[in-house]
């Protein structure tokens, strides 16, 4: 089973400062096989990123992923205030499908 | 636009077998070759997938939890079922179903990203 770890576990920053996430994995994710997903409290998860870098549908050009191998970043250039929330990775090249633990963006 | 929606009872005592159903709206489960998932989220924590589906046959359990759990089918309702047997206090989460959205060409894939998502549903396990 692939482990992902995220990092840091909580982000605090400030609405139009550049918010940087990590997700690590424990071996390689194929074919950059991971997504990223956000989560707002009583919500459920919304998909953003897939194929590490391919924004979902609807999904504003400030969130941006990429990565390869064992790194994957999740960017977001210019925080608004909808995007404070938990941001989770999870990769889909190897079965079990495996989520990281979450990344909370706060606002400071 | 395809909808989600998870039901069943909120209240399980351990030992008993959980079972919720995912009822979808706007697409056919048994249309073309999409995969249906369920994920759960315990209280407070991350996400955990638990099996998928595929109408033409195709069942993928999470090894964690595979010799306790079943998912199937009602095609007439439009609906896919989630069993879990045995349940503990350990099992406590909001359980989503989902669909996988990987596909290309024809086929569509088990390992892929989840869109959309059902609101979710709180089961509870205690006595």
């Known amino acids: 089973e692939i482990v992902l770890t995220q990092s840091p576990g909580t982000l605090s920053l400030s609405p139009g400062e550049r918010a940087t996430l990590s997700c690590r994995a424990s071996?390689?994710?194929?074919?950059?096989?991971l997504a990223w997903y956000q989560q707002k409290p009583g919500q459920a998860p919304r998909l953003l990123i897939y194929?590490?870098?391919s924004r979902a549908t609807g999904i504003p050009d400030r969130f941006s992923g990429s990565g390869s191998g064992t790194d994957f970043t999740l960017t977001i250039s210019r925080l608004e205030p909808e995007d404070f929330a938990v941001y989770y990775c999870q990769q889909y090249g190897t079965s079990p499908l495996t989520f990281g633990p979450g990344t909370k963006v706060d606002i400071k | 636009q395809l909808q989600l929606q998870e039901s069943g009872p909120g209240l399980v005592k351990p030992s008993e077998t959980l079972s919720l159903t995912c009822t979808v709206s706007?697409?056919?489960?048994?249309?073309?070759?999409?995969?249906w998932g369920w994920i759960r989220q315990p209280p407070g924590k991350g996400l955990e997938w638990i099996g998928s589906f595929q109408y033409s046959g195709n069942t993928y359990y999470n090894p964690s939890l595979k010799s306790r759990v079943t998912i199937s089918v009602d095609t007439s309702k439009n609906q896919f079922s989630l069993r879990l047997s045995s349940v503990t206090a350990a099992d406590t989460a909001v359980y989503y179903c989902?669909?996988?959205?990987?596909?290309?060409?024809?086929?569509?894939?088990?390992?892929?990203?989840?869109?959309?998502w059902g609101q979710g549903t709180l089961v509870t396990v205690s006595s």
């Open positions: 706007g697409g056919s489960i048994s249309s073309g070759s999409y995969y």
């Open positions: 071996q390689s994710v194929s074919s950059s096989y």
């Open positions: 194929g590490a870098s």
């Open positions: 989902a669909r996988p959205g990987f596909c290309g060409g024809t086929s569509c894939y088990m390992r892929s990203w989840f869109d959309p």
